[in-house]
């Protein structure tokens, strides 16, 4: 009888050790890692930069590449503005897109920029463009201004100049 006794107690002893680790294990395990929720896409966690296009003429394309760790949403159309303007650039309504462009870590955004038309006026020659991601209600900007640079010898702007909502991909930003 003190042999069953023995055994009894040393097996429920096992069992709970065996218990113990299996939970310390499945614990540590157990709690994937929590996804980094989507921030504003500003100049800090960006690298914003500009080309001329061949096609369509007098147009810009302007790309935003997140740079951060964490997925940035490009809400509505950057604020632009052509050397020391006192306007932002006109924005292109129809050119919103169904939804809010997210950018992963390396992915980019782009927007169209149309700089100049027969029927625009007051054109000169910009040396520099500033520009400032929009909030999410598109009533201020997010971050500080940033100023990616213009091709060589600046781009002629005139009175007819505009800039398209966010897009994913180049073909739509240059559709405007």
Known sequence: ?????????????????LSLTTLAGTSATAAPAK???PVACT???TKVTVQEV????????????NT?????????APFLRFDDAQAATHVVEDSQPQSVI?????ESA??????SSPEGSEGHQAEKLGVLFSNRAMDGGAGSTTYPKLPAGG????????????????ADALVW
Request: aromatic share 10%; glycine share 6%; net charge positive.
């Open 68 to 76: 951060g760790t964490k997925p940035c949403y490009a809400y509505n």
């Open 1 to 17: 009888m003190r042999k069953s006794h023995r055994t009894a107690a040393v097996l429920a002893t096992l069992t709970a050790a």
């Open 43 to 45: 100049a800090a966690t």
């Open 155 to 170: 781009v002629y702007v005139d009175s007819s100049a505009y800039v398209t909502y966010w897009q994913s991909n180049p």
């Open 35 to 37: 996804a980094a929720a």
């Open 54 to 65: 061949q096609r369509p003429l007098n147009h810009l394309l302007l790309t935003a590449k």
């Open 110 to 115: 782009y927007a169209g920029i149309g700089t």
């Open 102 to 106: 997210t950018l992963k870590p390396g």
